[in-house]
T-cell receptor, first 115, second 109 residues
Framework: TAGITQAPTSQILAAGRSMTQRCTQD?????MYWYRQDLGLGLRLIHY???????GKGEVPDGYSVSRANTDDFPLTLASAVPSQTSVYFC??????????????FGAGSRLTVL | GQNIDQPTEMTATEGAIVQINCTYQ??????LFWYQQHAGEAPTFLSY????GLEEKGRFSSFLSRSKGYSYLLLKELQMKDSASYLC??????????FGAGTTVTVRA
């Protein structure tokens, strides 16, 4: 089934440790996104990529980094985790470009707890 | 940036109609979206408005007024499976999508 795969699905991480969340899509979408979702705050954009080789900062980029070496993969790295990064993380993709609805397709999400 | 407001919670009875309002302020507008999110699941696309007016899709309709910065999602003939969070999202001139905090709809029997 075509879509977006996120891994891991959940993780508990000690503060100060690093981790990378993986995101892979098989829809050949140009644009990819990372959001975090916190109770009462909704989905907030961390980083995005409009096409392979380019990335941009979203609303809450501090403490996170991304790369987009190819069309399919968009990993999110936390270099030194802090408890405020405890959240549910969603990767998403869309066809990209200026025309049409460009609907986002979301991965299943990843729950991260930083202790 | 975007400022998107929607009610936190709504409750309605099975078979009834519920209207979820969304107001927004944006530095650049390029479309308004509604997503549905069941507890513990990913958001899924419901509707898209870029021009003023009503878009109807089965039991769900979405309305947009760009001059008022206002949209609503109308859910008709409510079913128990409609209990979920409904997310209003605005796309800016850079094609990034910003979300409101979501409205949790509870459908009672």
């Amino acid at each position: 089934t075509a879509g977006i795969t996120q891994a891991p699905t959940s993780q508990i991480l000690a503060a100060g440790r690093s981790m990378t969340q993986r995101c892979t899509q098989d829809m050949r979408h140009n644009a990819m996104y990372w959001y975090r979702q916190d109770l009462g705050l909704g989905l907030r954009l961390i980083h995005y990529s409009n096409t392979a080789g380019t990335t941009g900062k979203g609303e809450v980029p501090d403490g996170y980094s991304v790369s987009r070496a190819n069309t399919d993969d968009f990993p999110l790295t936390l270099a030194s985790a802090v408890p405020s990064q405890t959240s549910v993380y969603f990767c998403a993709s869309s066809p990209g470009g200026p025309s049409g609805a460009n609907v986002l397709t979301f991965g299943a999400g990843s729950r991260l707890t930083v202790l | 940036g975007q400022n998107i407001d929607q009610p936190t919670e709504m409750t309605a009875t099975e078979g009834a109609i519920v209207q979820i309002n969304c107001t927004y302020q944006t530095s650049g507008f390029n479309g308004l979206f509604w997503y549905q999110q069941h507890a513990g699941e990913a958001p899924t696309f419901l509707s898209y408005n870029v021009l003023d007016g009503l878009e109807e899709k089965g039991r769900f309709s979405s309305f947009l007024s760009r001059s008022k910065g206002y949209s609503y999602l109308l859910l008709k003939e409510l079913q128990m499976k409609d209990s979920a969070s409904y997310l209003c999202a605005v796309r800016d001139s850079d094609y990034k999508l910003s979300f409101g905090a979501g409205t949790t709809v509870t459908v009672r029997a």
